[in-house]
C-alpha cells in the first residue's frame, strides 16, 4: 500500500457540516445538505483497539495468524478506512527493543487474560514476527491505513519522578499521585524514546494519547510547565515527520479547550504550530455516549489552523452492562458531522462484532448515510470525575420542591431537522423519579408549553414514570434546544421534590415498507 499523503490525509475528511451548503428545499431533508465539494471528497472513518479486550486477552496460545488478524478483518468491509491500534498500557504490544513489553514487570501473571496476552505475543516473537508489525501487514492488504496510538502519561518506576501530590482520578485509571511528572526530563526521554521506535514502523501516522489518566505536573507547576508540554510535543512531531514522508501526527485531548489547558495541554498552540495534524477529543472515564460531547472550541482551534478533528464515540448507553444501539450511534454520528466534525472514530463496540456493530461502521463513515434513518437522542447522566473538570451534564436533575415560580433547563443539540414532511414521528421521552400522576408537573420545549401535544403516562412499581410526548404542533429545532422543566405544585399530603433521570428524543422518518411489513402492534 502507498504511503498516506499527509494534504490527502487532511483533504480527504468530509467538510464540517458548518460549511455545508443549504439548497432551496433543505427543509425537506434531515441534515444540511452537503457542498458538491464535500461530496467529492472521501470521508475519514476509523476504528480503534486497544490490544487488549477484545484481542489479545481473549485467545488461548499459541496464537493462531487467522486470529492475530482478526482486529483488522472484523473491521474490513465497513466504512473504516483506518485502523488505529492502541500499543501501551503499562507497557507496549510489540517486540519493544527500547522499551518495556507489556507484562514483563507482572510475571508470574495470576490472572487468565493476563497470561494469555504474554504468551500470545510471545507466541508470535517466537515464529520471528513482531504482533505490531503483523496487524500493520494485515491492514495494509485490506486496505486500510494504520496509525500506532500511544499513551503518554501513566505510572512511573522511579519513586522520585511521582507527580506526588494526591487527587482525584480521572480519564480511566490511577491517581494523580502515582503518575509521571512530566517536568523531569528523564520521564519525557523515556517517552519519546517509545514514541522514536514505534515511529519507525512502517504506519501511516503515530497519535499520542494524552486523555488516558491526564495528569502531567503538580498542581501549582500545570500552568507554568505548559510551554513544556509543547515543546515535548514539538520534538514528537519534528521526529515522526522525519521517519517517514508525509507521517500524519495526531493527538487525543479531551473535549474542551479548557479542560485541557487545566491539565498542561496547550492544545490550540499544537495546532497553531501545526505539530499535529488532528485532535481526537474523549473523556476516557465516561464511557456513555454522548450526542453533546462539547468539543465546538476544538472545532474552531483546529479549522483555523488547518487542522482536522476527529470526536470519539463512546460505546455504551448509561451503564457499561449496555452497548448503545444502532439508533443512538446514529443519533450521535449526526451530531457530531453538524458540529464540525471532519471525521469519526469508534471503538469498543459489542464484541465479537455481529450485525449491528457492522451497520454502525458502516454508519460512521457518511453524513448521507445517517441523514435519513432513524434516530435516538439520549442525555448521558452526570460522571462527577468527568463533572470535576469540566465536562459536566444537566441530568440527574432534582427540583428539590414544588414551588410554581422555579423552573431548570436542559439543553440539547439535534442534527436531524423535526419540522421536516419527510419526518413521520417525534417522541420525548422523560424518566421521573417520585412522580404521580396528581403532580402539576410542566413540560416547555423551547419556551413553548407541550400541555397540548398527546401525552402517554406509564408508572413502573413505585420508584418513578416515563412521560411520553407525541410531539406534532411543538417539535424541537435543528440545532441548539432547551427543555424547561418545573414541578409547580404536589397533591395534599405529599411534600419532597422530582427528579428528572433521563431525557430521550426518538426521531422516525417516512419510507416505504415491505409488501410483507405490517404496522407496529403492541
Known amino acids: 500500500m502507498s504511503p498516506l499523503n499527509r494534504r490527502d490525509f487532511l483533504g480527504s475528511a468530509v467538510v464540517s457540516a458548518a460549511s455545508l451548503t443549504n439548497s432551496a428545499d433543505s427543509r425537506s431533508a434531515g441534515l444540511p445538505l452537503p457542498s458538491e465539494e464535500a461530496k467529492r471528497k472521501p470521508r475519514r472513518a476509523m476504528y480503534f483497539n486497544d490490544a487488549r479486550h477484545f484481542y489479545l486477552y481473549c485467545y488461548e496460545p499459541p496464537m493462531q495468524l487467522e486470529d492475530a488478524w482478526r482486529p483488522i478483518d472484523e473491521v474490513a468491509g465497513t466504512s473504516v478506512n483506518t485502523f488505529i491500534f492502541g500499543v501501551e498500557s503499562g507497557g507496549l504490544f510489540n517486540h519493544t527493543k527500547v522499551g518495556l513489553r507489556w507484562g ?177 477529543p474523549l473523556f476516557y472515564g465516561f464511557f456513555a455516549l454522548d450526542p453533546n460531547m462539547p468539543f465546538e472550541s476544538l472545532v474552531e482551534a483546529a479549522h483555523m489552523s488547518g487542522g482536522e478533528i476527529y470526536p470519539i464515540l463512546q460505546p455504551y448507553f448509561l451503564r457499561h452492562e449496555d452497548s448503545a444501539t444502532p439508533a443512538m450511534f446514529r443519533a450521535a454520528i449526526a451530531n457530531y458531522w453538524a458540529k464540525g466534525a471532519d471525521g469519526l472514530i469508534a471503538w469498543f463496540l459489542h464484541w465479537p462484532p455481529g450485525e449491528a456493530e457492522r451497520s454502525i461502521l458502516t454508519d460512521i463513515g457518511d453524513p448521507d448515510v445517517v441523514r435519513e434513518k432513524d434516530k435516538h437522542y439520549v442525555l448521558p447522566p452526570r460522571q462527577q470525575d468527568a463533572a470535576a473538570l469540566g465536562y459536566d451534564q444537566p441530568l440527574p436533575l432534582q427540583l428539590e420542591k414544588a414551588n410554581p415560580n422555579v423552573s431548570a433547563q436542559i439543553p440539547f443539540y439535534v442534527a436531524d431537522d423535526p419540522g421536516s414532511s419527510r419526518v413521520a414521528r417525534v417522541r420525548l421521552r422523560l424518566k421521573i423519579l417520585n412522580l404521580v400522576t396528581a403532580d402539576r408537573f410542566k413540560v416547555k420545549l423551547n419556551g413553548r408549553d407541550l400541555s397540548s401535544e398527546a401525552l402517554r403516562r406509564t408508572s413502573h412499581r413505585y420508584e418513578f414514570q416515563w412521560l411520553e410526548y407525541t410531539l406534532v404542533r411543538v417539535r424541537p429545532e435543528r440545532g441548539p434546544n432547551n427543555l424547561t422543566v418545573s414541578l409547580e405544585s404536589r397533591p395534599e399530603g405529599l411534600e419532597g421534590g422530582v427528579t428528572v433521570d433521563l431525557v430521550e428524543l426518538l426521531i422516525e422518518y417516512d419510507r416505504p415498507h415491505a409488501p410483507d411489513a405490517r404496522p407496529e402492534f403492541l
Open 104 to 280: 514483563a514487570d507482572q510475571r508470574p501473571f495470576t490472572s487468565a487474560y493476563q497470561w494469555r496476552a504474554w504468551y500470545n505475543m510471545q507466541s508470535l516473537i517466537d515464529r520471528g514476527l513482531d504482533p505490531l508489525q503483523v496487524l500493520i501487514d494485515r491492514a495494509h492488504q485490506r486496505g486500510l491505513e494504520f496509525i500506532t496510538s500511544m499513551r503518554i502519561s501513566g505510572k512511573t518506576r522511579n519513586p522520585g519522578h511521582k507527580i506526588g501530590v494526591s487527587g482525584a482520578y480521572a480519564g480511566g485509571a490511577g491517581a494523580r499521585e502515582d503518575c509521571a511528572d512530566f517536568s523531569h526530563q528523564e520521564v519525557r526521554q523515556e517517552r519519546f524514546a517509545w514514541l522514536e521506535e514505534l515511529a519507525g514502523y512502517p504506519v501511516e501516522g503515530i497519535e499520542m494519547d494524552f486523555a488516558f489518566t491526564p495528569f502531567y505536573f503538580k498542581p501549582e507547576e500545570i500552568k507554568t510547565h505548559a510551554p513544556v508540554m509543547t515543546e515535548f510535543v514539538r520534538s514528537i512531531s519534528k521526529m515522526v515527520r522525519a521517519k517517514g514522508k508525509n507521517r500524519i501526527v495526531g493527538a487525543r485531548v479531551f473535549p474542551t479547550e479548557s479542560m485541557n489547558l487545566s491539565l498542561g495541554l496547550d492544545v490550540r498552540a499544537w495546532l497553531s504550530e501545526k505539530l499535529v495534524d488532528y485532535v481526537a
